[in-house]
């Protein structure tokens, strides 16, 4: 329970225990000084007193005496007086000591004196009245042989009650004696105690305080480090948001330069509109023209066409011609073999003949070769023709379609111009928000300016940051070891 | 002078000039008559032949003789036609024989084949017989040499399968 202790908490109690014991050690103190001095006091104040006024009573007593030898010697009245003066005096003594006595055996002893100075006093009476009579010194020596021993009693008791008080004197300062040595060895203990627990609560807490601030500094070791580590971040992260910013900077300037240029782009766009407005105007009449031009084009080509058609039919009309003057070169041909085998059957006279046939031969076999020249020349014009039809076809085809795409480029011009017209518009609309445009990026730079100062004030108490938790580290790290030092020794 | 014109002068002078030259001088320049059976080019001599024939009709007859193609009538009577590329052992072609081929005799015979391809004279004969049957000559024309068929000899072969075979007689080379 005691470790779950705040140090404060600790040290209270600490201290409440050393006040305690000290409350204690003076209380002690204080009961055994009041002892020893009640001790001292009642061994000085009575036992002395008693003492004293026993070694007076013992002289009251004596000289109670002698006043009486000396009634006795001398018979003078003024022994008398002395005697009753002493007698006074021993009373006023013995009422102290009765007062003064607190014992039994004390108030025994007095009351043996009592009664031993009763006994002597009433001899000495019965003695004085013998001497004050005839022949009273011998009656008075004799009485005073019988004296003696009531003398000698009242003495010894008296010199009992002094041995008394004095063993009291004495056995009071044994026991004042005793009681300063109990309350110096009681003393001597709670001091030892006391400096015992005192040492122990030192260590104690010093082991307690050196494990919370070491547990405290590891802590605050870690945080620092922990706190460097994002100061660092942080300072890291600020550099970047600065450079971000400025990089921010330079684009917002550029858009606003950008937006400038398109403002003046727009107005340009606007004129250039309006120039293309009327461009169109006369791109439509433009058109027009083409297109009658065209369907010219387009009736020609029709003719062109129809001709190329009747071309091909010729070609056609030869082509068939050529077959009939190649199957009559191929009969020819025939013929002459024909007849050159038969010119061989008829012997020397077929000869001739055979010249004959072989020249036709030859004849035929020309015609032949230049009825295929003239096929492959009616082919290739056949093949002209009708490439040149297909083209012209294709052609036609194209000028039909460029007739449809005049009459798409006359609706295109038509939009266009509208197209135009709302371009136009647009354009000033554009140029309109973009001179806003402009305003608010000049607003955003002022606002971007603001953010780039904030961010490099950022950046500086970062920097700040990163300084401080270094200190904090290092004074961390010093405490620590302060600390561990401290705990070693 | 255009290209035209050149070839017609060129025309003119070689058909006068066959009127220049003398007969005598023609004597040795035998020509052959260049045919296709099947797909392979052969040769004819002009002077082993009766006749050269086209596209003449041919009707089948029934006969044991395989080769024999049927009956076509020539110059008012009936001949009968064999298959020229069956008789030499080759594959037939295509479209089938459009030529006829008469060898002489009474009556000729038609030997049918494919393609007529002219007439030309050769650069030499040689009389290296062929590995193939009925090839009697090799003559070159251009770069190519073509193997002279035995008509003659053919003619001979199908009158001795047809029991129609004459005691044999000297021809003339």
């Known amino acids: 329970m005691i470790g779950s202790w705040t140090f404060q908490k600790k040290v209270t109690a600490g201290f409440a225990v050393m006040v305690g014991l000290t409350a204690l050690t003076a209380t002690i103190a204080v009961y055994a000084l009041q002892t020893v001095v009640a001790s001292k006091d009642r061994l000085l104040g009575i036992n002395a007193q008693n003492l004293a006024n026993a070694e007076k009573l013992q002289a009251d007593s004596n000289e109670y005496a002698a006043a009486f030898r000396g009634f006795l010697l001398l018979m003078q009245d003024h022994f008398l007086d002395q005697r009753r003066n002493a007698a006074e005096a021993f009373d006023g003594t013995f009422r102290r000591l009765d007062q003064g006595v607190y014992t039994p055996e004390g108030h025994r002893l007095l009351n043996d004196i009592q009664k031993a100075q009763a006994e002597f006093s009433a001899l000495q009476e019965r003695i004085i009245l013998l001497r004050k009579a005839k022949n009273g010194l011998e009656a008075a020596t004799h009485v005073e042989e019988e004296a003696v021993p009531r003398r000698e009693r009242l003495a010894g008791a008296i010199r009992a009650f002094v041995e008394r008080e004095q063993n009291l004197l004495d056995e009071g300062k044994r026991d004042s004696t005793a009681r300063a040595s109990m309350a110096s060895t009681l003393l001597v203990c709670l001091a030892v105690t006391t400096v015992l627990f005192a040492a122990a609560t030192a260590i104690f807490l010093g082991r307690s305080l050196s494990k919370q601030i070491g547990v405290a500094v590891q802590h605050v070791q870690s945080s620092s480090a922990e706190l460097q580590s994002s100061a660092n971040q942080q300072s890291a992260g600020a550099k970047e948001a600065a450079t971000a910013m400025n990089e921010i900077t330079t684009t917002v300037s550029e858009l606003l330069a950008t937006s400038r240029q398109i403002a003046d782009s727009a107005q340009q766009v606007a004129h250039i509109a309006e120039d293309t407005l009327k461009a169109a105007g006369r791109g439509d009449q433009t058109v027009l023209q083409s297109q009658e031009s065209i369907e010219g084009i387009r009736r020609q080509v029709d003719i062109v066409v129809s001709h190329m058609l009747n071309l091909g039919k010729k070609s056609q009309q030869i082509g068939g011609v050529l077959d009939i003057i190649n199957e009559l070169a191929e009969q020819t041909n025939i013929l002459s073999i024909n007849a050159t085998i038969e010119a061989a059957g008829a012997g020397e006279q077929g000869k001739r003949f055979a010249v004959v046939g072989d020249e036709i031969r030859k004849l035929a076999d020309r015609v032949s070769g230049s009825t295929k020249e003239i096929r492959t020349l009616v082919d290739e014009i056949r093949a002209a023709v009708n490439t040149t039809i297909l083209a012209t076809e294709a052609g036609s085809k194209s000028v039909d379609a460029g007739l449809h795409r005049f009459e798409d480029v006359t609706r295109g011009l038509k939009e266009i111009a509208g197209m135009v017209a709302t371009t136009t518009q647009a354009a000033r609309e554009i140029g309109l928000s973009t001179k806003q445009q402009m305003t608010a990026v000049e607003q955003v730079n002022t606002a971007i300016g603001g953010a780039a100062q904030a961010t490099r004030e950022a950046e500086a108490t970062s920097t700040q940051t990163l300084q401080t938790a270094t200190q904090l580290a290092q004074l961390s790290h010093n405490l620590s070891r302060i600390v561990q030092s401290r705990a070693a020794v | ?173």
């Open chain 2, 1 to 173: 002078m255009s290209t035209e014109g050149h070839a017609l002068e060129q025309l003119r002078s070689a058909f006068d000039e066959t009127f220049a030259v003398p007969f005598r001088s023609r004597e040795d320049q035998e020509s052959v008559i260049q045919i296709r059976v099947g797909s392979e080019p052969f040769a004819v001599r002009p002077g082993h032949i009766a006749g050269l024939v086209k596209s003449r009709k041919i009707v089948p007859v029934p006969s044991r003789i395989p080769e024999l193609l049927g009956a076509s009538a020539l110059r008012g009577s009936l001949i009968p036609v064999y298959d020229l590329a069956a008789m030499l052992g080759i594959p037939p072609g295509v479209t089938g024989p459009t030529w006829l081929i008469l060898a002489p005799g009474d009556p000729p015979i038609g030997l049918a084949f494919d393609g007529f391809e002219g007439r030309q004279v050769p650069e030499w004969f040689s009389d290296e017989q062929g590995e193939r049957q009925y090839v009697r000559q090799l003559v070159r024309i251009g770069s190519a040499v073509r193997a002279v068929l035995d008509i003659p000899g053919l003619a001979e072969a199908i009158r001795r399968r047809a029991g129609l075979a004459e005691p044999a007689k000297e021809r003339k080379q």
